[in-house]
């Protein structure tokens, strides 16, 4: 029974694509997060939900779009995709605020832009 | 702004032998800080976490952590390595800008010899 589960594990795509993550938690958190992992293993978050509203967007190109529909799910929009867009990308999820109580995250996303 | 250090690329141990990773980080006030271990091919899992308290953090796994404000450090032990502890670890603080906000050091991947 997976706490955080992202959708694809894999995904490889051409460059000028359009593609979504889906992420879904089972814990019954408020808030919940997408960071970014690049080939350095180098974690940076991109964005936070809290109870369905944004509360974290950090410098992400305007070409990634985060949805939440409800507390349970946030989904990734990327258009256009690039060569640079090539990481993991992690949903993860926290009761409250992350810094006190800490994260948990899904099994991530491997993004190949080709 | 708040930063975090592993100086450390990758370790290498012995099984049987002891295990210190070491982390720094650069804060204000009283950090907020977490240990997590990323298997290959997986998410990360929390091992343990600090923000106030005894100095001296228990975890899972048979892990622990000290945290010396004077050496504004929060190294990660173990005393007798598992072969199945080979895997990337990562230090992280809570940042002063965001409740919410983590703030990843680049990993230490620890290889462990039978």
């Known amino acids: 029974d997976t706490a955080v589960s992202q959708t694809p594990k894999y995904l490889v795509t051409q460059m000028g694509n359009d593609k979504s993550i889906k992420c879904e938690q089972n814990?019954?958190?408020?808030?919940m997060y997408w960071y970014k992992q690049d080939s350095k293993k180098f974690l940076k978050i991109m964005f936070s939900?809290?109870?369905?509203?944004?509360?974290i967007n950090e410098t992400v190109p305007n070409r990634f779009s985060p949805k939440s529909p409800d507390k349970a799910h946030l989904n990734l929009h990327i258009n256009s995709l690039e060569l640079g867009d090539s990481a993991v990308y992690f949903c993860?999820?926290?009761?409250?605020?992350?810094?006190?109580?800490?994260?948990?995250f899904g099994s991530g996303t491997r993004l190949t832009v080709v | 702004a708040q930063s975090v250090t592993q100086p450390d690329i990758h370790i290498t141990v012995s099984e049987g032998a002891s295990l210190e990773l070491r982390c720094n980080y650069s804060?204000?006030?009283?950090?907020?800080l977490f240990w997590y271990v990323q298997s290959p091919g997986q998410g990360l899992q929390l091992l343990l976490k600090?923000?106030?308290?005894?100095?001296l953090v228990q975890g899972i796994k048979g892990f622990e952590a000290e945290f010396k404000r004077s050496q504004s450090s929060f190294n990660l032990r173990k005393p007798s390595v598992h072969w199945s502890d080979a895997a990337e670890y990562f230090c992280?603080?809570?940042?002063?800008?965001?409740?919410?906000?983590?703030?990843f050091g680049s990993g230490t991947r620890l290889l462990v010899r039978p």
């Open positions: 993860a999820s926290s009761q409250g605020t992350g810094v006190v109580y800490g994260y948990t």
């Open positions: 814990l019954g958190h408020d808030t």
């Open positions: 939900y809290n109870n369905k509203e944004l509360i």
């Open positions: 804060y204000g006030a009283t950090p907020y």
């Open positions: 600090y923000f106030s308290g005894d100095t």
């Open positions: 992280a603080v809570g940042a002063e800008d965001s409740s919410y906000k983590l703030i």
